[in-house]
């Protein structure tokens, strides 16, 4: 019999500088407002365009962001009332995109990766004030808020022109399957991060978190290093077509690239600092001593300070910058557009590495502002038992929507491959919790990866494996 949860009630801190981070937040709101309204003022344009709506969600986005993280910090509850607002603000600024999307095209928001995001982010919002408000988990919103913020960042990237839907997409069923792919992803993110609540309440050792955000980070620059370093140095990115606003092709689906010259020797530092902190890590284990911590908590520190750079240097340089190409002759255009899942990788690292050292330094009081254990798992179970029949439905009525389309319920087309992994994880977690009775850490476990198997579904294959789904 599940046990009730335990309410946790905590004086607030003291008032000496609590208002602070509050005024900051609200300076920089403020002040990337006015910016935002004198360039739509200057340029002449519609001031609610969707473009300038995503950048309102963006601000909101990010302010609740910092203000989740510094009541995970501080334990300052007026946070949490500031923090919900700004992202309520955001899903208000969210959703007139998504309506101003919807009615430009003339159809639902569901064509392209960057509709798909917009959706996606939305989705995730709401979810995130659902399990605030109905469930108590005031501090999610430091995980799913930045993962909004990601994905905002990665649709300003992304070609966002409203374009003739492909033969392929012109069904009904396009909006059927993609609004049950949003729900349910957006419902995978959710019992991400509760399952990561629950391992911080279920006093997860806090080196194993070193080591698991060392390997997320290390793992992100290996694989931009393993794909893009060349040997003498220089860093592969696509060129791109500012007049089509599209990436450069030399043949049927055959990318331009281009050689940044030194960027791959950055990129490698960088990542020998990644998992510099995974290594000693092992050292410590392999060695029973546990000192080596002390130094591996800097080596993040010193990770984060270098991937900031990195990412500065990233953006300097292929901002609007032209490059030689190994596979033909002259200079070739760049643009940070053209490399959206290399820059959503390192932001990605940055917020993953602060999300460590928020938990490095505030251990305790995050184990108390946390609704109980008992309770992160419910919840977790909930929405994973949301998640999977809306995964369900999306396989099957893609599976239908392919037959009427090509003919086949099942191509094997690496998109539905993965969709298929990504069902089976979770169908797995569900079997092991009903049958086998598990609980706790072993679910946790589960759900932690199958929302890396769903972001891997989303984005990895879009962008590693291209097929029938090129399009998504």
Request: contains cysteine.
């Amino acid at each position: 019999m599940a046990t009730r949860a335990r309410i946790v009630r905590m004086e607030e801190p003291a008032a000496t500088g609590g208002n602070a981070l509050l005024v900051l937040v609200g300076l920089s709101v403020t002040f990337l407002l006015i910016v935002a309204l004198l360039g739509a003022a200057k340029s002449g344009g519609s001031l609610f365009s969707e473009s300038n709506l995503l950048y309102v969600a963006l601000i909101f986005y990010a302010a609740a962001g910092a203000l989740y993280m510094g009541f995970g910090v501080t334990g300052m509850t007026r946070y949490v009332k500031f923090a919900s607002t700004a992202t309520a603000i955001g899903l208000v600024a969210n959703t007139l995109a998504v309506a101003h999307r919807w009615y430009l095209s003339g159809r639902p928001p569901f064509a392209s990766i960057y509709e798909m995001l917009l959706s996606f982010v939305w989705t995730v919002a709401l979810l995130t004030l659902i399990a605030e408000k109905k469930f108590g988990v005031k501090i999610i919103g430091s995980i799913t808020m930045p993962l909004a913020v990601v994905c905002v960042i990665l649709m300003q990237l992304l070609p966002s022109e409203v374009r003739p839907l492909v033969p392929a997409l012109q069904s009904t069923w396009l909006h059927v399957h993609v609004t049950l792919a949003m729900l349910a992803y957006a419902a995978c993110a959710v019992s991400f991060a509760l399952a990561m609540m629950f391992l911080i309440k279920d006093n997860f050792k806090t080196e194993t978190f070193l080591a698991l955000t060392s390997a997320t980070v290390g793992a992100i620059y290996v694989g931009i290093v393993a794909t893009r370093f060349e040997k003498w140095g220089g860093l592969s990115v696509t060129a791109w077509d500012a007049r089509g606003k599209s990436d450069m092709f030399i043949g049927r689906g055959m990318r331009l690239f281009v050689t940044v010259p030194d960027l791959g020797w950055l990129f490698m530092i960088a990542t020998l600092a990644a998992i510099a902190p995974l290594a000693l890590y092992l050292v410590s284990r392999a060695k029973k001593d546990d000192s080596f911590y002390g130094t591996a908590n800097k080596a993040v520190f010193v990770s984060i300070l270098l991937q900031i750079v990195v990412l500065a240097a990233f953006a300097l340089r292929v901002r609007d910058a032209s490059y030689p190409s190994p596979d033909q002759d002259g200079l070739f255009p760049t643009s940070l557009a053209a490399s959206p899942f290399l820059l959503g990788g390192m932001v990605t690292g940055i917020f993953a590495s602060l999300l460590y050292l928020m938990l490095l330094w505030r251990r305790a009081d995050l184990q108390g502002l946390l609704p109980s254990a008992d309770t992160l798992d419910r919840v977790t179970y909930k929405t994973i038992c949301i998640a999977f029949p809306l995964l369900t439905f999306m396989i099957a009525t893609g599976a239908y929507w392919a037959n009427r389309t090509w003919g086949s319920y099942w191509s094997w087309d690496p998109k539905e491959t993965w969709a298929a992994i990504t069902w089976l994880v979770y169908a797995g977690y569900l079997h092991m919790r009903i049958t086998r009775g598990w609980r706790g850490r072993r679910a946790a476990y589960f759900a932690i990866l199958g929302f890396g198997v769903v972001i891997f579904t989303f984005l990895g294959v879009t962008y590693l494996l291209p097929g029938l789904h090129a399009y998504a």
